[in-house]
């Protein structure tokens, strides 16, 4: 399956920990995408990445987020001293270019206790 | 903040009936794409229709597009139950995309 893949796919955490998330976009997509979901929502942006530059970011990407993609091709998100309202599902996108449509993966479900 | 807002809110229908979605939204844009998902699970894309264009078949979805009217249906056609999902749209702003709160779509058999 060449489609956009996330790992882990569900993640419980203690309020206080670090997580980090994986995305693997389509192989020869250049534009990759952060969003958030919360329940009963439509997803929100978070940041993306053109290759390796990250190029916009929302305000809802407290100093606790960071987002990387060190060699044009996955991505990571870590989110430091997670709090309850962290809690979330947090999808990845790719496109080709910033005018084609954006494929999603499956998502990783945050939960912080 | 969030641009599109879809209408119904929630839609039950009967198998074999057609269901019409609403978006508007605020701001121009460059295309607006429609997303399906299943309870929990991620966005499958739909369609894409570019702000020069007024109407896009896929199958038994039809988009149209008015963007003197900031607005945009789809319609599904001959529903079944596995239409059952929430359904988004999204308008594209500078390569991002704004999501509306979804229509809940029910269909029975």
């Known amino acids: 399956d060449t489609g956009v893949s996330q790992d882990p796919r569900h993640k419980i955490t203690k309020r206080g920990q670090n997580v980090t998330f994986r995305c693997d976009p389509i192989?020869?997509?250049?534009?990759l995408y952060w969003y958030r979901q919360t329940l009963g929502q439509g997803p929100e942006f978070l940041t993306y990445?053109?290759?390796?530059?990250?190029?916009?970011k929302s305000r809802l990407l407290s100093d606790r987020f960071s987002a990387e993609r060190p060699k044009g091709s996955f991505s990571t998100l870590e989110i430091q001293r997670t709090e309850q309202g962290d809690s979330a599902m947090y999808l990845c996108?790719?496109?080709?270019?910033?005018?084609?449509?954006?494929?999603f993966g499956p998502g990783t479900r945050l939960t912080v206790t | 903040s969030q641009q599109g807002e879809e209408d119904p809110q929630a839609l039950s229908i009967q198998e074999g009936e057609n269901a019409t979605m609403n978006c508007s939204y605020k701001t121009s844009i460059n295309n607006l794409q429609w997303y399906r998902q299943n309870s929990g699970r991620g966005l499958v894309h739909l369609i894409l229709?570019?702000?020069?264009?007024r109407e896009k078949h896929s199958g038994r979805l039809r988009v149209t597009l008015d963007t003197s009217k900031k607005s945009s249906s789809l319609l599904i056609t001959a529903s079944r139950a596995a239409d059952t999902a929430s359904y988004f749209c999204?308008?594209?702003?500078?390569?991002?995309?704004?999501f509306g709160q979804g229509t809940e779509l029910s269909v029975k058999p």
């Open positions: 990445f053109q290759n390796e530059a990250q190029l916009e």
């Open positions: 996108a790719s496109s080709l270019s910033q005018t084609d449509e954006q494929y």
């Open positions: 192989s020869e997509h250049n534009r």
């Open positions: 229709i570019r702000s020069n264009e």
């Open positions: 999204a308008t594209d702003k500078g390569g991002k995309l704004i």
